[in-house]
């Protein structure tokens, strides 16, 4: 988990919501990764108008796969991830990804993309800054 460490913090931002290439909703958000249970864990609680999520990340050191269970009012899921320098691509489906990252400039950023006609289109992106 010390590979995640780079995502650890107070972050706050704003959530971008995409249609067609354009923005059609913006809002302020809060995230708040940390690490649980003797660092084996990293919780993301996320905060905005549009969304409240409750994430745990974990490493199975026998598949040699993370995962990314997020928690919402509706329910739960749990997909597999991988780390790809420095970036934690999470893949709920062949034609979805969440991708986790830091930016040169140090802003944490978080965005999903689907697979529409051969090409990654993204749908939402989040861009925090440390608090």
Not at 3 to 16: I, P
Not at 69 to 85: E, H, I, Q, W
Not at 118 to 129: A, G, P, Q, R
């Amino acid at each position: 988990m010390q590979k995640l460490s780079h995502f650890v913090g107070d972050w706050l931002g704003v959530s971008k919501a995409f249609e067609n290439g354009k923005v059609i909703r913006e809002v302020p958000a809060y995230e708040k990764i940390s690490y649980k249970v003797d660092k084996h864990i990293i919780t993301i609680d996320l905060y905005s108008e549009s969304l409240k999520l409750h994430t745990v990340i974990y490493f199975d050191e026998k598949s040699n796969t993370y995962y990314y269970n997020p928690f919402y009012k509706t329910g739960a899921s749990r997909y597999p991830a991988k780390l790809v320098d420095g970036k934690l691509i999470v893949t709920p489906s062949k034609t979805k990804r969440f991708i986790f990252e830091i930016l040169e400039d140090g802003k944490f950023r978080e965005y999903g993309e689907n697979l529409i006609d051969d090409k990654w289109v993204k749908y939402f992106e989040d861009v925090f800054e440390i608090q």
